[in-house]
């Protein structure tokens, strides 16, 4: 008998050991870097909070050569600012060492007062497409710093009440992006680039959902009149701009500079110019003429978001975390505006991203939508479009010239359709 039962359970071990490499394998590869003005302490603390958290998730398995990997990226660079580190440095050295993705950890001390801030990048696309912070305003020990790192950790990732969403990233193909290489949950639909022109320009699927649009209680006592009626709408599936129509993919579908758009508008000056730089000076019609050129050109239909969708993209759709920015209640993480911008626009996606791996919807430029601007109507729910006529178009975002109050995810603007300013771009939508 007692032959029987070994042999059984040699046979139970040989059956149960590919299972376990394959769920394994199944796991992101993951390296945990933190940074911040803080010593090496808080740092070390930091790091082994994030990584039990984030292992302990289920998703991550520790790279083999984490310690040298974080060794390797310490001696390699110098980072004296808190959160400059640069992610496409980071991505190559963890392609270095065997990761997949990387967490970084980044956290502010001053006296009392503790933030941090996560973002999980991708190591083949060298942006963070997930992110999650918090602050402390009393901090008085390291525990502080450990829940701090655990509750940024659990917004990034989603994970509330011991329940966990799929990650932003796939465990497809190792020589892919987890990000623009995976699918999407909603009927196997999956980011894409778009090339017409010329151009690179990445569209993030948004699944089709429902939310309450307008002033809700994560705006605080921010809003203004026009978005106190909140309304339970539902939008479609569509694809989103990643990021804001850049000066170089407005040149090649538009064939004028920003330089030309300046003196168009009867600008003064420039502000911030480069191929990644948002595109500023541009009206609404301008803006329509642009999609209605990509769409003949590729044969898909796009157009700018009408300003339910808009609000249901910055709010991160349905990951989202509820937050008063397009990406977290810390405004200087994810966006620039007034108070971090020295007065100027600054390159795409340089800033946290939003639950949906989108960037740049509060702050930098000001972003037209498709509607007029009216009232809102209590009764118009199903995929609104805004009233039939008007004299103002809605934008929506705020901009680098403007206060953070311009910047939250339910505040609304207008301006005349045929007016350019240097604070105004756009994104693009496209119809699944």
């Given at each position: 008998m007692r032959k029987y039962i070994l042999t059984f359970m040699f046979v139970l071990m040989a059956f149960m050991m590919p299972l376990q490499a394959q769920n394994q394998n199944q796991k992101l590869k993951l390296a945990v870097y933190a940074t911040g003005n803080v010593d090496a302490l808080f740092k070390n603390i930091a790091q082994n909070n994030a990584s039990t958290e984030l292992v302990g998730s289920g998703r991550y398995q520790m790279i083999e050569r984490s310690t040298e990997f974080l060794s390797m990226i310490a001696k390699e660079h110098d980072y004296t600012r808190t959160g400059s580190v640069d992610d496409n440095q980071i991505a190559e050295l963890g392609k270095q060492y065997g990761a997949q993705c990387i967490c970084v950890v980044d956290i502010t001390h001053i006296e009392t007062y503790l933030y941090v801030a996560v973002r999980m990048v991708d190591v083949v696309s060298g942006t963070a497409h997930r992110a999650g912070d918090s602050e402390n305003a009393s901090y008085a020990s390291p525990v502080d710093l450990r829940k701090c790192v655990t509750e940024a950790v659990k917004k990034m990732e989603g994970i509330s009440n011991g329940t966990t969403v799929t990650s932003s990233y796939n465990s497809g193909n190792s020589n892919s992006s987890y990000?623009?290489?995976?699918?999407?949950?909603?009927?196997?639909?999956?980011?894409?680039?778009e090339s017409a022109f010329g151009i690179n320009m990445k569209m993030v699927y948004v699944e089709g959902g429902s939310y309450n649009m307008g002033c809700t209680g994560e705006q605080g006592g921010s809003c203004d009149s026009d978005e106190q009626t909140v309304r339970y709408v539902t939008v479609s599936d569509f694809y989103i701009g990643q990021f804001e129509i850049t000066q170089a993919q407005w040149q090649a579908v538009m064939?004028?500079?920003?330089?030309q758009q300046q003196s168009k508008a009867g600008g003064s000056s420039t502000y911030g110019t480069g191929n990644d730089y948002p595109m500023y000076y541009v009206s609404w019609e301008e803006a329509k003429e642009f999609c209605r050129r990509l769409s003949q050109q590729t044969g898909k239909t796009y157009r700018l978001p009408t300003e339910a969708e808009w609000e249901y993209a910055a709010r991160g759709g349905n990951k989202t975390q509820n937050s008063k920015y397009a990406g977290g209640f810390s405004l200087d993480y994810v966006g620039w505006y007034d108070g971090n911008s020295g007065s100027k626009t600054h390159a795409v996606g340089t800033k946290g991203a939003n639950e949906l791996g989108i960037y740049d919807m509060s702050g930098n430029v000001w972003e037209w939508c498709e509607d007029w601007y009216g009232d809102y109507r209590s009764y118009d729910t199903d995929n609104p479009k805004g009233p039939s006529s008007g004299s103002n178009r809605v934008?929506?975002?705020g901009s680098w010239s403007h206060n953070?109050?311009?910047?939250?995810?339910?505040?609304r603007d207008s301006y005349s359709p045929g007016s350019r300013s240097s604070g105004l771009g756009f994104r693009v939508v496209c119809l699944p």
């Open positions: 990000f623009y290489g995976g699918g999407n949950s909603g009927g196997g639909r999956q980011n894409y680039t064939g004028t500079s920003v330089y934008r929506r975002g953070a109050r311009s910047c939250r995810v339910s505040h």
